[in-house]
């Protein structure tokens, strides 16, 4: 593929921005630079296009941009922009939307990302219970703030100790956080067990989809709720990547498992931005928001109508259930075929997923826990994905990065997914 034009923006983006990008996760090998999008396709500025499975790490459920989504966003455009007091009716919309259908919601806020919602998960644990200590699990990813910026993707050396994941972090923030292996409940209870009285909450991926697809057991999930219950605990959902994506009541409602508090973003706007958090109303009443509440919370963008308008669209469009139909069976096709041409080929694969998440992981055995991905062939994953990337089907080509299938996806683009994976995958070997 020529990519002169990429290339050449790229160069003039390093000039200004530093390192030619504007998030350290889009800076790859290869500079990419888009002009277009839409439905299940991308197209670079050398008129190269791809189908996507990337989705912007994920946000793009419905196909890019969506005409509704869309509509409904240039309808807000003539309404209020931005006004700084009182409240919209899409704001209440929104909030309304997400008590109704997500199981542990009983009140809601709105932000822009989900690295804010996430942060005020924590300041909200730490404000109620008046503890300092956190518990994350090693794989886990809840945004850019100080105290869950650790130990996501860790090489081998640094299982079980602390991994920062910036310079700049305080060291009161990395020595407050705990890390405990995934899917470990007898580690975890360790974990309350050794600090007696200083936990103020635990959080969780509702799948960790940060390293892919790896699914939480249901007693692990059970027991947290349980140990939570039991030492006075702030149980939080981190839904971002989960929420909407997996089902309008995020993957909590198939977990049957009601957190104290949820957090979401991606998906739930198709691509603008957007974000809640959400939870039990004796919690969420304890911010600054409310009358007496004592845990300050502030946005000037939060509940931007842009934002509330697009989140209502893409509520709205998956209110009938047909997308996650159409998406889970697509998604299901997907992880059956890659997984019959990696064992006909005598290629160590486990294809892993839920609905229209899904991730060829290049390994044998389980997977339970991120300690259990060392073992996957980083150089066979990127060559993999990398072939796939140069013949028109964009996967990030990153090791253990997730794929999403959008309902702009058909059953002719995973059979001609398929047959490029089958193509490459006999190349790599």
């Given at each position: 593929?020529?990519?002169?034009?990429?290339?050449?923006?790229?160069?003039?983006?390093?000039?200004?921005?530093?390192?030619?990008?504007?998030?350290?996760?889009?800076?790859?090998?290869?500079?990419?630079?888009?002009?277009?999008?839409?439905?299940?396709?991308?197209?670079?500025?050398?008129?190269?296009?791809?189908?996507?499975?990337?989705?912007?790490?994920?946000?793009?459920?419905?196909?890019?941009?969506?005409?509704?989504?869309?509509?409904?966003?240039?309808?807000?455009?003539?309404?209020?922009?931005?006004?700084?007091?009182?409240?919209?009716?899409?704001?209440?919309?929104?909030?309304?939307?997400?008590?109704?259908?997500?199981p542990s919601a009983e009140m809601a806020l709105a932000f822009s990302s989900g690295s804010e919602a996430t942060y005020m998960?924590?300041?909200?644990?730490?404000?109620?219970?008046?503890?300092?200590?956190?518990?994350?699990?090693?794989?886990?990813?809840?945004?850019?703030?100080?105290?869950?910026?650790?130990?996501?993707?860790?090489?081998?050396?640094?299982?079980?100790?602390?991994?920062?994941?910036?310079?700049?972090?305080?060291?009161?923030?990395?020595?407050?956080?705990?890390?405990?292996?995934?899917?470990?409940?007898?580690?975890?209870?360790?974990?309350?067990?050794?600090?007696?009285?200083?936990?103020?909450?635990?959080?969780?991926?509702?799948?960790?989809?940060?390293?892919?697809?790896?699914?939480?057991?249901?007693?692990?999930?059970?027991?947290?709720?349980?140990?939570?219950?039991?030492?006075?605990?702030?149980?939080?959902?981190?839904e971002v990547i989960t929420g909407f994506r997996h089902g309008l009541g995020g993957y909590q409602s198939v977990l049957g498992?009601?957190?104290?508090?949820?957090?979401?973003?991606?998906?739930?706007?198709?691509?603008?931005?957007?974000?809640?958090?959400?939870?039990?109303?004796?919690?969420?009443?304890?911010?600054?928001?409310?009358?007496?509440?004592?845990?300050?919370?502030?946005?000037?963008?939060?509940?931007?109508?842009?934002?509330?308008?697009?989140?209502?669209?893409?509520?709205?469009?998956?209110?009938?259930?047909?997308?996650?139909?159409?998406?889970?069976?697509?998604?299901?096709?997907?992880?059956?075929?890659?997984?019959?041409?990696?064992?006909?080929?005598?290629?160590?694969?486990?294809?892993?997923?839920?609905?229209?998440?899904?991730?060829?992981?290049?390994?044998?055995?389980?997977?339970?826990?991120?300690?259990?991905?060392?073992?996957?062939?980083?150089?066979?994953?990127?060559?993999?994905?990398?072939?796939?990337?140069?013949?028109?089907?964009?996967?990030?080509?990153?090791?253990?990065?997730?794929?999403?299938?959008?309902?702009?996806?058909?059953?002719?683009?995973v059979d001609r997914t398929l047959e490029t994976a089958e193509t490459v995958l006999r190349t790599i070997g």
């Amino acid at each position: 593929m020529n990519i002169d034009k990429s290339k050449s923006l790229y160069e003039r983006a390093t000039k200004v921005i530093p390192g030619g990008v504007n998030s350290a996760t889009r800076r790859l090998s290869q500079p990419y630079s888009w002009e277009w999008a839409e439905g299940a396709y991308i197209r670079d500025a050398d008129g190269n296009t791809y189908l996507d499975y990337h989705a912007a790490f994920g946000p793009i459920v419905l196909g890019h941009n969506d005409p509704a989504v869309n509509a409904a966003v240039v309808e807000a455009l003539n309404g209020p922009d931005m006004v700084g007091v009182g409240v919209t009716e899409q704001e209440i919309q929104l909030a309304e939307k997400v008590v109704q259908y997500v199981p542990s919601a009983e009140m809601a806020l709105a932000f822009s990302s989900g690295s804010e919602a996430t942060y005020m998960a924590v300041r909200l644990a730490r404000g109620v219970t008046g503890r300092e200590k956190l518990i994350k699990f090693q794989g886990t990813f809840h945004g850019w703030h100080d105290y869950l910026l650790m130990n996501v993707i860790s090489p081998a050396d640094k299982i079980g100790k602390k991994d920062p994941g910036s310079a700049g972090q305080l060291q009161d923030a990395i020595d407050n956080t705990i890390i405990v292996p995934f899917n470990d409940l007898a580690a975890t209870e360790r974990a309350i067990a050794e600090n007696p009285g200083q936990i103020a909450a635990i959080f969780m991926e509702a799948i960790p989809h940060n390293i892919g697809c790896v699914l939480p057991r249901q007693d692990f999930v059970e027991g947290l709720r349980r140990l939570c219950d039991q030492h006075g605990i702030v149980l939080v959902f981190d839904e971002v990547i989960t929420g909407f994506r997996h089902g309008l009541g995020g993957y909590q409602s198939v977990l049957g498992v009601k957190p104290d508090i949820s957090t979401f973003a991606k998906a739930i706007a198709n691509g603008y931005p957007c974000a809640i958090i959400a939870g039990k109303r004796e919690l969420m009443l304890q911010f600054s928001t409310a009358p007496g509440g004592k845990v300050f919370v502030g946005g000037t963008y939060n509940g931007h109508p842009v934002g509330s308008a697009a989140a209502l669209a893409t509520i709205a469009a998956l209110e009938d259930g047909t997308v996650h139909e159409r998406t889970f069976r697509l998604g299901d096709r997907m992880r059956a075929g890659l997984a019959e041409i990696a064992g006909r080929l005598g290629i160590p694969m486990v294809s892993a997923g839920f609905g229209s998440v899904f991730t060829p992981y290049f390994m044998s055995g389980n997977i339970e826990r991120y300690e259990d991905l060392l073992a996957n062939d980083t150089a066979r994953d990127v060559a993999f994905r990398q072939g796939m990337c140069d013949r028109g089907i964009f996967m990030l080509p990153l090791p253990l990065k997730r794929n999403h299938i959008s309902a702009a996806h058909t059953d002719a683009d995973v059979d001609r997914t398929l047959e490029t994976a089958e193509t490459v995958l006999r190349t790599i070997g």
